[in-house]
């Protein structure tokens, strides 16, 4: 069986005043063509399917007709969960109209999905809360696949096992996982788990959540899960939330992000994005083959110290996104501000960078270095007005407040 995984499309995000829709509509279209091209058999899709809780009308208008083309009009299964940038509600809200056309939602972890089947051939043969079981209109072997949406850590642990709510997030998605698997995921069909969580192996470094992302550890959200909590008869992980695709260490099977279609912040600059597409057969290890993708603007943070070689390159590279650093021993002329603006329309902000740093206002605050990033600023005016640095969890605190701008 071949599986096509993606996530993170966050239809509807704009970057800063630029909208990007139609570089959306452009990548989307070609995961539609790399379903097609690759033979997938069914489509994974692992949360963050739009920006917001309340998407734009062509937002959604894109993410339907998406989702119809990927599903073939009921031949091949497209089964897509909530992150934390969706709303639970609205993801299930066309539920009974998806599965006519072999699209299936899940919201919430606990969410059940009643058995059906279509004329293709295409059904659900069982389901129980954060279970399907999927028979393909013309693959015998059965699809499994363990779903878990995204849920703050209260809510997830309600939704697990309301009765222990004391019992750490780590140990109930570990228990539910296992018991689940162990009801239905036998060697005799493909089993997957399919989720929108922070995963990290036990005692690895835990990587940065995206830059402008709406944060799902600790604060109001949850804490890490571990590889080491996935059941071994489990054959493939499709993960969601981080936006560089990459195989997280430390279980029996792959554990993997597919990332984001498009570069959504400047921390992913110059990041190649990806779908994986999985071959799986029962009881055998899955391999995965990682394909890049090539629409879409690509972002890139430069640094100048000549305006005359900043005008060069951004005429040389007209289809990027720019965040523009340049540097001078005085502040950036209006007419140079302008220069830089005429030759390229990509261009979503010019820092400029004063060679000595500048001190602030009547000589009573810190000097301000206006080449370091928004929460190293945050940490040096935390600094300045407490007398001491902030805390990890005011630093949280901090992202998720820039995230939710």
Same mark, same amino acid.
């Given at each position: 069986m071949?599986?096509?995984?993606?996530s993170?499309?966050h239809?509807?995000?704009?970057l800063?005043?630029f909208?990007?829709?139609?570089?959306?509509?452009?990548?989307?279209?070609?995961?539609?063509?790399?379903?097609?091209e690759?033979?997938a058999?069914?489509?994974v899709?692992?949360?963050d399917l739009f920006?917001?809780?309340?998407p734009?009308?062509?937002?959604?208008?894109?993410?339907?007709?998406s989702l119809?083309?990927?599903?073939n009009?009921?031949?091949r299964?497209?089964i897509?969960?909530?992150?934390n940038?969706d709303?639970?509600d609205?993801?299930e809200a066309?539920?009974?109209?998806a599965?006519e056309c072999?699209?299936?939602?899940?919201? *919430?972890? +606990?969410?059940?999905?009643?058995?059906? !089947? #279509?004329? @293709?051939?295409? %059904?659900?043969?069982?389901?129980?809360?954060?279970f399907?079981?999927?028979?393909?209109?013309?693959?015998?072997?059965?699809?499994?696949?363990?779903?878990?949406?995204?849920?703050?850590?209260?809510r997830?642990?309600t *939704?697990? +096992?309301?009765?222990k709510?004391?019992e !750490? #997030?780590? @140990?109930?998605l %570990?228990e539910?996982?296992?018991?689940?698997?162990?009801?239905?995921?036998?060697?005799?069909?493909?089993?997957?788990?399919?989720?929108h969580?922070?995963?990290m192996?036990?005692?690895?470094?835990i990587?940065?959540e995206?830059?402008?992302?709406?944060?799902?550890?600790y604060?109001?959200?949850a804490?890490?899960?571990?590889?080491?909590?996935?059941?071994?008869?489990?054959?493939y992980?499709?993960l969601?939330?981080?936006?560089r695709y990459?195989?997280i260490?430390g279980?029996?099977?792959?554990?993997?992000y597919?990332?984001s279609p498009?570069s959504?912040?400047?921390?992913?600059?110059n990041?190649?994005?990806?779908?994986?597409m999985i071959d799986?057969?029962p009881?055998?290890?899955?391999?995965?083959k990682?394909?890049?993708?090539?629409s879409?603007?690509?972002?890139?943070?430069?640094?100048f110290?000549?305006i005359d070689?900043?005008?060069?390159w951004?005429?040389?590279?007209?289809?990027?996104?720019?965040?523009?650093?340049?540097?001078s021993d005085?502040?950036l002329k209006?007419?140079d501000?302008?220069?830089?603006?005429?030759?390229?329309?990509?261009i979503?902000?010019?820092?400029p960078e004063?060679?000595?740093?500048?001190?602030?206002?009547?000589?009573?605050?810190?000097?301000?270095d206006?080449?370091?990033?928004m929460?190293?600023?945050?940490d040096?005016?935390?600094?300045?007005?407490k007398g001491?640095?902030?805390n990890e969890?005011?630093?949280?605190?901090?992202?998720?407040?820039v995230?939710?701008?």
């Amino acid at each position: 069986m071949r599986i096509l995984h993606t996530s993170d499309w966050h239809l509807g995000k704009r970057l800063e005043s630029f909208s990007r829709l139609e570089e959306q509509k452009e990548v989307l279209n070609e995961i539609c063509s790399i379903a097609d091209e690759e033979n997938a058999e069914a489509i994974v899709v692992a949360g963050d399917l739009f920006d917001t809780f309340n998407p734009s009308t062509e937002a959604v208008d894109l993410f339907y007709k998406s989702l119809k083309r990927l599903s073939n009009n009921g031949h091949r299964p497209v089964i897509a969960i909530a992150g934390n940038h969706d709303s639970p509600d609205r993801i299930e809200a066309p539920d009974p109209l998806a599965r006519e056309c072999g699209i299936i939602f899940a919201g *919430f972890p +606990n969410s059940r999905i009643q058995p059906f !089947s #279509l004329e @293709t051939g295409l %059904k659900i043969t069982q389901s129980a809360a954060g279970f399907i079981e999927i028979i393909l209109p013309d693959n015998p072997v059965p699809l499994r696949i363990i779903t878990t949406p995204y849920a703050n850590e209260l809510r997830l642990k309600t *939704f697990l +096992n309301p009765d222990k709510k004391e019992e !750490s #997030l780590r @140990t109930l998605l %570990k228990e539910s996982w296992q018991r689940t698997a162990n009801d239905f995921c036998d060697n005799k069909g493909i089993n997957l788990l399919m989720t929108h969580l922070f995963m990290m192996k036990e005692g690895g470094e835990i990587q940065e959540e995206p830059e402008d992302e709406k944060p799902i550890l600790y604060v109001g959200g949850a804490q890490p899960v571990f590889t080491s909590d996935i059941p071994e008869n489990i054959q493939y992980v499709a993960l969601g939330h981080l936006h560089r695709y990459q195989e997280i260490s430390g279980a029996a099977c792959p554990v993997i992000y597919s990332g984001s279609p498009l570069s959504y912040s400047f921390a992913e600059a110059n990041q190649e994005k990806h779908v994986a597409m999985i071959d799986a057969e029962p009881g055998k290890p899955v391999s995965v083959k990682k394909i890049p993708i090539k629409s879409g603007r690509r972002l890139q943070r430069k640094r100048f110290e000549d305006i005359d070689a900043a005008v060069e390159w951004l005429t040389d590279n007209p289809n990027m996104f720019v965040e523009l650093t340049i540097v001078s021993d005085t502040y950036l002329k209006t007419e140079d501000r302008k220069r830089l603006y005429n030759v390229h329309d990509g261009i979503v902000t010019i820092i400029p960078e004063v060679k000595n740093t500048v001190t602030s206002p009547l000589g009573q605050g810190p000097d301000i270095d206006l080449a370091k990033s928004m929460n190293d600023l945050f940490d040096d005016f935390f600094v300045h007005a407490k007398g001491q640095k902030p805390n990890e969890r005011i630093k949280e605190l901090f992202k998720e407040i820039v995230g939710a701008r």
